[in-house]
């Protein structure tokens, strides 16, 4: 990878295929569940939901932040790649026997005893994980993601067709089980077929990149536990059909927020290593955080403002208990999918440490306010709203940070955040009050989708006039939109 930093169309044209990567998975994510939503039941969801928060959670010690240490790299030598390979063969490997050996217990603590087979049959994933090609790295340190989306995309493809096969076939959970295992196998194929570099065994850079990549490890432990907090105090106290009603409000919200967002932070990532002291990329940065919330909040607060017919539409009657959840749970993603840009730009700019701690304060805040909501009988929706509120907290407390090492003023971030998300609730009051034209779920969804949209542009546009016309991402995107109606 060249040095220097990224011009700003190379990291337009990186962005814009990473969203697209992003979309075209989680399309075929989206089209697997609305189907399989119909084929299995919500308890067939909850079983393997509970299955996955154990999973999820022996998994987040897998992320050692090498491959964000060898972004950080200007051009690292092979032997910073073989190392890195060797410590994610050993750690997968070790995972997967611990997964292993905690199926049995994990099914006693969830009180679910079809969950310990299927930890058992997850653990094969680990393997097949630590075996995927560590030169994949290049395809981010080039801005190569279209060869990323090639690789993924077929490996969710062909685990769609053999789940939803599965799923006619069994009508089980044991459907999306395969589907997964496979869809780690194909994956791990692709990455040698698709990049040349061949990795050996070595450990001679350990020292160098261990210590970078265990603050980052510790920060991203610390935000897959977050988002597995309200789960698993829900699997705690509510039956499988309640947990798979809030595991699928999670997993949708999460589609249309956080992995969008994620998708982004692999090119701020890159974009912020590489584009000098930290300290001298505040207006960039805010640049970013405004471009992020505009996105979070219309799919977060518009996901929450048309969440019944959505449900009816996209999964069926049978999931209505889900519609309520939505709301809190959509909204509490879209602010935490913000947060995670501050925390991967903290790691980029070489605050990994300052941006581990921060991570764990939001997680040990979650895990207290929703311990003592359910300790005194709270709801699943209860514990929803106080996620909700813990999210917006922790963020604020981000933007604190973020402005602390990056030395920008505090009001500059608050003010990049807060008008798409004061336009995205106008939004949010518009369309619930609007009154029901039609039986028809699915014209009702497409009708208020719609208005939403050109409601939400109109506040982001009004806002930003408001203010004084500010350089900012409103800026930037109509600069972005004129330059394409001129091309075409």
């Known amino acids: 990878m060249s040095s220097g930093s990224p011009s700003k169309g190379s990291v337009y044209r990186g962005a814009a295929i990473a969203v697209a990567l992003t979309w075209v998975l989680r399309a075929i994510g989206l089209v697997s569940v609305f189907i399989l939503a119909r084929l299995l039941t919500p308890a067939d969801f ?60 994990a099914a006693d603590f969830f009180r679910e005893p079809r969950v310990e087979p299927v930890v058992y049959a997850l653990s094969l994933r680990f393997v097949m994980l630590g075996l995927v090609n560590i030169g994949v790295v290049e395809f981010e340190r080039d801005f190569a993601f279209a060869q990323d989306l090639k690789m993924k995309a077929t490996a969710r493809i062909v685990s769609f067709f053999v789940t939803v096969a599965l799923a006619l076939w069994l009508r089980s959970y044991w459907a999306l089980v ?48 977050y988002g597995q907090v309200e789960r698993i105090v829900v699997g705690r106290t509510a039956d499988t059909g309640t947990v798979g009603a809030f595991s699928v409000s999670k997993d949708v919200s999460n589609i249309l927020t956080q992995e969008i967002a994620m998708a982004l932070n692999r090119v701020t990532f890159v974009t912020t290593a590489r584009s000098g002291a930290f300290d001298t ?16 909040a219309s799919m977060g607060l518009g996901l929450a403002a048309v969440a019944e017919h959505f449900i009816r539409v996209f999964l069926g009657g049978q999931w209505g208990s889900a519609v309520p959840l939505v709301a809190p749970i959509a909204i509490g993603t879209a602010l935490m999918a913000v947060f995670r840009l501050i925390a991967s730009s903290l790691q980029a700019g070489g605050h990994e440490k300052s941006s581990a701690l921060l991570c764990l304060a939001g997680l040990a805040g979650l895990a207290a306010a929703v311990g003592i909501v359910a300790q005194f009988g709270g709801t699943p929706l209860d514990i929803a709203h106080t996620g909700l509120i813990v999210s917006a907290m922790t963020l604020f407390a981000g933007l604190v940070v973020l402005a602390h090492f990056s030395r920008y ?30 039986p028809s779920p699915l014209v009702e969804l497409l009708w208020r989708a719609a208005l939403g949209a050109a409601i939400y542009f109109s506040a982001v546009m009004l806002l930003w006039l408001l203010s004084g016309r500010p350089q900012s991402s409103e800026a930037e995107m109509l600069r972005v939109a004129r330059r394409l109606l001129a091309r075409f």
């Open 178 to 225: 395969v589907g997964m295992i496979v869809q780690s196998l194909i994956l791990t194929v692709l990455s040698y077929t698709m990049q040349p570099f061949r990795p050996r065994l070595s450990l001679v850079r350990r020292a160098e990149l261990l210590g970078v990549s265990l603050w980052i490890f510790a920060g991203v432990v610390a935000q897959v536990f």
């Open 46 to 105: 909850g079983v393997v939901g509970l299955a996955m928060t154990a999973v999820a959670l022996v998994e987040t010690f897998s992320y050692l932040g090498m491959k964000q240490a060898l972004l950080r790299m200007e051009e690292p030598e092979r032997d910073y790649y073989d190392t890195a390979f060797t410590i994610q063969l050993i750690m997968f490997s070790a995972l997967g026997l611990l997964l292993f050996a905690i199926a049995a217990p």
């Open 281 to 296: 990329q505040g207006e960039r940065i805010a640049l970013s955080l405004g471009a992020y919330s505009m996105i979070t």
């Open 409 to 438: 003023r505090l009001s500059g971030f608050l003010v990049a955040v807060a008008r798409p998300y004061l336009a995205a609730t106008a939004m949010y009051f518009c369309v619930r009050a609007l009154p029901a034209l039609t």
